[in-house]
């Protein structure tokens, strides 16, 4: 019996730096673990934040060029008149005399009623 419980001091002598070690070597496992999730976390922040700009800047170079093709509205110029020039014409329709015009009117209205 005395065999057994120097037997059983031994093993727990030797058993709690083994537990020890084995406690230290889980935590900085632990430990290991934590800075590679907080690593992975930080890449994916960076990353985010470089697609962000990355899309921002694309944004913007199209923004220039959509500017860049865009053409102002160029308005021809006004036509001068020279000095003492008569006015310009307003064309052969303001010349149609009265009656012509009321012959043509009445031309019209008579083909409207008779169907032609």
Excluded: C
Excluded at 107 to 114: E, M, N
């Amino acid at each position: 019996m005395r065999r057994f419980v120097l037997i059983a001091a031994l093993m727990a002598a030797v058993a709690a730096p083994a537990a020890a070690q084995d406690l230290r070597a889980l935590q900085r496992d632990n430990e290991i673990r934590m800075e590679q999730d907080a690593a992975r976390q930080q890449a994916v922040a960076l990353s985010n934040q470089l697609t962000a700009i990355e899309s921002r800047l694309g944004t913007e170079q199209a923004l220039r060029q959509v500017e860049a093709q865009r053409t102002p509205l160029r308005l021809p110029a006004p036509v001068q008149a020279a000095p003492g020039a008569p006015p310009p014409s307003s064309g052969p329709i303001a010349g149609i005399p009265d009656d012509r015009l009321a012959a043509s009117n009445a031309a019209i209205a008579a083909a409207v009623r008779d169907g032609r």
